[in-house]
């Protein structure tokens, strides 16, 4: 019996692992945790019977005490309730779901308590790459990419140890503005950036994906993950998500991952790793799916690419000042008090005012994060 706690469990990979959970036999959930969505987190408290649940809201956990008072279930609040649902006894596996950087701590912690890392927060590796994968080193846990793209990579990589990696091809969509200019992007409303053409996603990953921050913060990823110096990351626009990643072999060889973009099937994959377990989910059916495309990233465009490889190039940590920024960014477009294309320019003109330091801790990630966004919240145009 696999026993799981899930970070984030009412968010978009929160509730998809939940859908996954559904069909696997032997997995049962332990902990699960949530903020402002409580309705939603009573729901699944009830339906799924963990032993613990965690809302980092203090009033949202003590009315979610009062509505689950017939049930069996500790509420615990805060941060320090994140971290005992990361931490939680005979917990083998933690679902990473939350977004930003508050996903941190729990998963430092998570890995000294020796749980294995179903990783689908993205700043842990973002901000925390090297440290996060020197302390996984030391405790002997695994990290199982939840991403589809770095899941597709992983798969791609199974039964080739020894072998040396030439390149690995990272595939995007190219969001909802593929193909555009930035004069055609100057008036683009948070509206017509959500509108995503292949994922259901949040809306923060959403809009990363409209100005390919994502797949920027993915290159950075998968420069830990795989340990792979950051010009062997080639980004990929394929507009169809069918080919979710490859690895080019030093022969010439490239295996790729392929598949209907659906998250439950990388979440399934990490949660049952090495077997693959029978699901409902949909199949490519490669004649409705004949016409597949590649074509290189406008990275002049869509600037946020080139802003996160600057990052990971200059490394120390100028990553975690990178993803702060973009918060605080995207936050600002979708209020309405900044555009589309002035989403790189604050994350760009907040990196150029930092000083950047490479000699680290875990807190001076945090303080350097906690100053990005205070310096991006006060840039004006």
Known sequence: MRKISILGSTGSIGTQTLEVVENLENIKVMAITGNSNIDLLEKQARKFHPELVAVMNEKNAEILKGRLADQKIRIVSGMDGLVEAATYEGVDTVVTSVVGNIGLKPTFEAIRAGKNIALANKET???????????????????????????????????????RIQRILLTASGGPFRGKKREELEHVTAADALAHPNWSMGKKITIDSATLMNKGLEVMEAKWLFDVDVDQI??????????????EYEDGAIIAQLGEPDMRVPIQYALTYPKRVKNPFPRVDFAQRSNLTFDKPDMDTFKCLSLAYRALKTGGTLPAVLNGANEVAV???????????????????????????????????????????????????
């Open 234 to 247: 080639e980004v990929l626009i394929h507009p169809q998500s069918i080919v979710h990643s490859a690895v």
């Open 331 to 381: 936050a600002r477009f979708l209020k309405g008090e900044i555009s589309f294309l002035q989403i790189p320019a604050l994350i760009e003109q907040t990196m150029d005012a930092y000083t950047v330091k490479y000699e680290y801790t875990l807190e001076d990630l945090l303080e350097a994060d906690a100053w990005a966004k205070a310096y991006a919240k006060k840039v004006s145009f």
């Open 125 to 163: 590796l973002v901000s925390a790459g090297q440290l996060v994968m020197d302390l996984a080193k030391k405790h002997h846990i695994h990290i199982y990419p939840v991403d589809s793209e770095h899941s597709a990579i992983f798969q791609s990589l199974q039964g080739n140890t020894g072998n």
